[in-house]
């Protein structure tokens, strides 16, 4: 157990104040170390789709001043007296969630994720009373249970992404039945999640088709990225020709789009998978569903079980993700850029290596 003394420890973070999303310094306070915590350096912090969500309030439910990032990979510095897992010097990751209330069944059947009173890595109260804020700043005190340890050889940077984008595409793919060599994949959309989608199904036997709304990508998803087929879905007669040849879509798409073009594709017993937050609705007619006894779900990033089966495996198979480096003072027009969809395929903020004041 490291030995850190602070009286009142405080960090700073880069934290938007109203939904204009802009983000500027701001220092707050961290808890100290307790029996079961870790206390870590933030090295690397992935900015996904969903901090824009969150930083300008589109699902209504922002609190301000608010620290995002919940891709984060750091230094443990100190662990609590409870914490055997972990140790100083540690590389650690930390996810989408930093608590749950552990009685429910979800979380005794080991999908914390799905608990209803999960407590988010930033935008959230935790249990002592006090806002959670997330990577996009210099330290985090964490939950031993939500803290993963980023296995050997695996870069920080490349790691911090699979944190969200990784694990989020592997936890269907696992639960769903569709790890096994010889499926035929869809992945709707090519950006942080996608391009992912792309590697960890081809590491898994898939044969892959990218399908897209133009032809722009075709090269980086055919030549890049590995796939085996590109599909524009604004083609009729691409779209037709493929139909019922899917056994699963992994549709990662973040706006409001039709379902029905998606459903023509896939075979009897084929699944549609929703990745993406929306907050308009979405519509498809029955029969499209019906005559292929076709499912439509969705999947929300992974449990702490399967972001550490994500992490071997992808270790395993050399897998890493796109990314580019920014530093902080970078950031907002990172945010700029990502609502453009202008980044191939991942934001990775270089915390430590950023002036945070």
């Not at 972990?86 to 979380?107: E, F, K, Q, Y």
């Not at 990775?348 to 004041?357: I, M, R, T, Y």
Request: glycine share 10%; proline share 4%.
């Amino acid at each position: 157990m490291g030995s850190i003394d602070a009286a009142e420890r405080t960090t700073t973070g880069w934290a938007a104040r109203d939904p204009s999303g802009i983000l500027s310094p701001y220092t707050y306070s961290l808890r100290n170390t307790g029996p079961e915590d870790v206390y870590i350096r933030v090295l690397f912090c992935g900015i996904c789709h969903s901090d824009l969500h969150q930083i300008k309030n589109d699902l209504g439910q922002s609190n301000y001043p608010m620290v995002a990032g919940h891709e984060v990979v750091g230094e443990v510095l100190e662990v609590g007296s409870d914490v055997a897992e972990h140790r100083a010097g540690d590389i650690v990751g930390v996810g989408l969630l930093v608590g749950c209330c552990r009685n429910c069944s979800p979380c005794k059947s080991d999908i914390e994720q799905y608990c209803n009173k999960k407590i988010w890595t930033y935008n959230d109260v935790h249990s002592d009373g006090k806002p959670t804020q997330g990577g996009f700043s210099g330290e985090l005190v964490v939950d031993k249970k939500f803290v993963v340890k980023i296995p050997e050889g695996m870069a920080a940077e490349q790691a911090a992404p699979l944190l969200c984008a990784g694990v989020t595409i592997y936890s269907p793919l696992s639960h769903f039945g569709l790890k096994k060599a010889g499926l035929r994949g869809g992945i709707l959309g090519l950006g942080g999640v996608g391009h992912m989608g792309v590697k960890i199904a081809k590491a898994m036997g898939h044969h892959v088709t990218v399908i897209s709304s133009s032809d722009k990508k075709r090269e980086e998803a055919l030549g890049h990225l590995g796939a085996d087929d590109y599909l524009i879905s604004s083609d009729e007669d691409q779209m037709k020709a493929a139909a019922d040849s899917l056994d699963y879509i992994i549709d990662t798409v973040p706006v409001g789009h039709p379902l029905e073009p998606y459903l023509s594709l896939l075979r009897v017993d084929g699944k549609l998978v929703l990745l993406g937050v929306i907050n308009t609705p979405l519509q498809f007619i029955t029969p499209l569903v019906m005559l292929g006894r076709k499912v439509i779900t969705g999947s929300f990033i992974g449990s702490m079980k399967e972001t550490k089966e994500m992490l071997d495996f992808c270790n395993e198979k050399g897998l890493s993700s796109q990314i580019e480096i920014v530093k902080m003072d970078y950031i907002n027009t990172a945010l700029e850029r990502l609502e453009k969809n202008d980044v191939r395929y991942r934001f990775v903020v270089d915390v430590a290596g950023s002036k945070l004041n």
